[in-house]
Nanobody, 124 residues
Framework: QVQLVESGGGLVQVGASLRLSCAAS????????MGWFRQAPGGEREFVAA????????NYGDSVKGRFTVFTDNAKSTVYLQMNSLKPEDTAVYYC?????????????????WGQGTQVTVSS
C-alpha cells in the first residue's frame, strides 16, 4: 500500500512558476512509476507527466512539454513537478499517482494509488 500526499499548490499569476511535491508513505519501490494528472472543473482527468523510479524515464503530456519537469529526490520518497511559464489553462486540481510498470502511463485508470489532490490556479 502506498499513501501519497501532494502539496505546493496555490494561486499564481500567468507566467509564474510553481513546484508541486508528492510525498510517498514509504520509499517508492524501484519498479514504480509516479505520475501527475490534473482535472479542471467539468473536465476529465488529464495526463501531465510520469517518471519511472528505476530507469528515470519520463513522459509528458503535449500541453506541458517544455514547461513542466518531473523529478525525484535522492531518497526517492518525494516526487516533484516543476511548473514554469504557467498559463490560465493549467488551472486544475493536480493529483499524484503511483503504479507498477511503465506501459500506457498516460491513462489514469492504470494507476493504483492516488493522492488527495492540490489546487493550482493561474490568474490572468
Amino acid at each position: 500500500q502506498v499513501q501519497l500526499v501532494e502539496s505546493g499548490g496555490g494561486l499564481v499569476q500567468v507566467g509564474a512558476s510553481l513546484r508541486l511535491s508528492c510525498a510517498a508513505s514509504a520509499r517508492t519501490a524501484s519498479y514504480y512509476t509516479m505520475g501527475w494528472f490534473r482535472q479542471a472543473p467539468g473536465g476529465e482527468r488529464e495526463f501531465v507527466a510520469a517518471m519511472h523510479m528505476s530507469t528515470g524515464n519520463t513522459n509528458y503530456g503535449d500541453s506541458v512539454k517544455g514547461r513542466f519537469t518531473v523529478f525525484t529526490d535522492n531518497a526517492k520518497s518525494t516526487v516533484y513537478l516543476q511548473m514554469n511559464s504557467l498559463k490560465p489553462e493549467d488551472t486544475a486540481v493536480y493529483y499524484c499517482a503511483a503504479r507498477t510498470g511503465w506501459a500506457a502511463t498516460i491513462y489514469a485508470h492504470t494507476f493504483n494509488y492516488w493522492g488527495q489532490g492540490t489546487q493550482v490556479t493561474v490568474s490572468s
